[in-house]
């Protein structure tokens, strides 16, 4: 069979394991089920199109243990469903009525949603499990395993995804290594196909970016260099995924943040926490409030509450410690938790670890790649060696000593500085007042005024017992705080308020 042979001559490691993998489920599933008892979901799409040519090879290799002859594949016998949409790209309904045919596919066009299509599927028809072309990192892939059954609410059969654990890079080194057809759509730029009202081509293969978007031309889909980017061409339902406190309608004019520090030895006073503090100067410094301050034990279940926690009250929640390869490393574990997803493999990142340790990586796995599925944002800075892992609102520090947090720190505030997600360097201005009036004699006055600027963040400290009151005066608009401090000082005698630099 050609794609056994293309795959068995090439000399690319990762993708002969990868398909030694998926073709292993496959074999599976077909010895589980009968051919009967399957069904293929197929619809043109790049990743459908790899399974189709796995499967094809799947049946062919576990019929030939079965029957133990080397006679060519004749036929495809199992049935293919294909739900096709009037707003489908023509360029993907060709590809599959062609594909079809080539493949001498036993279609089953469905015109209806994918739940009322499956439920007359399987009445009308004893399927038990359908093969589908889901990867980590699509949207519906959270959660789901090889073998995963549907879920509630849907008709029961078991969803089994061979090639749940490819990379697009996997996906583009099979289809060129084979040398398979594949949808053009796919070589105009187009690097993940929905319908034609969510799909444009990716921007990031445009080649000429000042002509009108209609004369735009796009290198091909294999030429992504980033796969995580892949949905960049699909027009997002929700503008953007916000977190809960983004949602709320009270929305607090100073940005809060919360800092999670991980590490049984700092409980234990074995090792003195220098990046909490250290932290917390360099947000109030770009005018974020620090909500809290929190040390956690290395425990998942006990990182993973304090994180939910905090990412609902936070804009952003800050996170270090236990994070790398060791046992008592599960803030990632933890991170994941929290958001009711599970770790997976990621190969973008495993590339930079590659990189970072070479030949200490080896096998086909490396249990530091594993991050938290679907909500993970790799943050590159060409000063980082590994780039930050943003899941949300939550950003996991690799800083281990306050030298290290400082160039994480430089390069997180020029990368959200370009935009993208919630800026650290906010628009922000501050002022403060120092007075030797006492607390009884300022409470009145300075709650008084928190109502009256409730756009503004009032802050008090002294530094000891008898001194001096500091006033803190935080917000984003320069004219606001000079008002607020007017209308203080307007409550008193001329000359009580010294202006602190
Ligand atoms: C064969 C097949 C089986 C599916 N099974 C499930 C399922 O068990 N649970 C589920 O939530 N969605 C299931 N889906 C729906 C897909 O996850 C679907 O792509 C997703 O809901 C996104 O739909 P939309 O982006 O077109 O709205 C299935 C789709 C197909 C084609
Ligand atoms: N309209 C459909 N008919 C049949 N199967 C479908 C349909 N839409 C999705 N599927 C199944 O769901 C899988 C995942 O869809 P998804 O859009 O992520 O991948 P794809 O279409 O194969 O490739 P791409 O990511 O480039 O769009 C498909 O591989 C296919 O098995
Ligand atoms: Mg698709």
Redesign the pocket.
Same mark, same amino acid.
């Given at each position: 069979m050609e794609i056994d042979k293309a795959i068995g001559e090439s000399d690319d490691k990762r993708l002969k394991t990868k398909y030694n993998n998926a073709i292993f489920v496959i074999k599976r599933a077909l010895a589980l089920y009968s051919t009967e008892e399957v069904a293929f #979901?197929f619809n043109g799409g790049k990743d459908s199109t790899v399974l189709l040519h796995l499967l094809r090879t799947g049946y062919f290799l576990h019929k030939k243990e079965l029957t133990c002859s080397n006679g060519g594949l004749s036929s495809f016998p199992v049935r293919t469903i294909y739900?096709e949409s009037p707003s489908a790209f023509t360029e993907t309904n060709s590809f599959t009525y062609d594909a079809a045919q080539t493949y001498d596919l036993q279609l089953d066009i469905i015109r209806q949603d994918?739940k009322s299509g499956?439920e007359a599927l399987l009445k009308a028809n004893p399927i038990r499990a359908?093969f589908?072309g889901v990867r980590i990192g699509d949207p519906?892939a959270v959660g789901q395993e090889q073998f995963s059954p549907? #879920?509630p609410g849907?008709p029961p059969f078991m969803?089994v995804n061979p090639i749940l654990d490819w990379s697009y890079r996997d996906v583009w080194a099979f289809l060129l290594t084979c040398k398979v057809k594949y949808c053009s759509l796919y070589d105009q730029g187009y690097t993940s196909i929905?319908s034609i009202h969510d799909t444009v081509p990716n921007a990031l293969l445009s080649v000429n970016n000042t002509s009108s978007s209609k004369e735009k031309l796009f290198k091909p889909a294999y030429l992504l260099s980033d796969g995580r980017l892949e949905r960049a061409g699909r027009v997002k339902k929700n503008a953007s995924v916000k977190n809960d406190r983004d949602s709320d309608s009270h929305k607090h004019e100073v940005l809060l943040a919360s800092v999670i520090a991980v590490g049984d030895e700092i409980l234990s006073g074995t090792v003195e926490d220098q990046l909490g503090l250290s932290l917390c100067k360099k947000l109030a410094s770009v005018g974020w409030s620090v909500h809290q301050t929190s040390v956690i034990r290395n425990d998942i279940d006990s990182v993973s509450e304090e994180v939910d926690r905090q990412r609902s009250i936070c804009d952003m929640v800050f996170i270090y410690g236990g994070v790398g390869p060791l046992h008592s490393d599960v803030t990632l574990a933890g991170v994941a938790k929290a958001f009711g997803v599970r770790l997976a493999p990621d190969e973008e990142f495993e590339e930079y670890l590659r990189h970072l340790i070479s030949e200490q990586c080896t096998g086909d796995r490396n249990e530091m790649a594993q991050l938290p599925e679907g909500i993970t944002e790799l943050l590159h800075h060409e000063k980082l060696s590994v780039p930050l892992r943003k899941c949300r609102n939550v950003i996991v520090l690799a800083a281990t000593n306050t030298e290290e947090l400082e160039k994480e720190w430089e390069c997180l505030t020029e990368l959200t500085k370009l935009g993208g997600s919630t800026s650290l360097v906010e628009l922000y201005a501050s002022r403060r007042l120092m007075t030797s009036l006492t607390d009884v004699e300022v409470a009145e006055p300075l709650n008084k005024l928190g109502l009256e600027f409730p756009d503004i963040y009032l802050g008090c400290y002294r530094k000891s017992r008898q001194g001096p009151i500091i006033i803190c005066f935080k917000g984003k608009d320069n004219a606001r705080i000079d008002s607020a401090v007017q209308a203080l000082r307007k409550r008193f005698k001329e000359g009580v308020f010294v202006d602190m630099k």
């Open positions: #979901s739900f994918f499956l359908i589908l519906t549907s #879920s849907w969803r929905g």
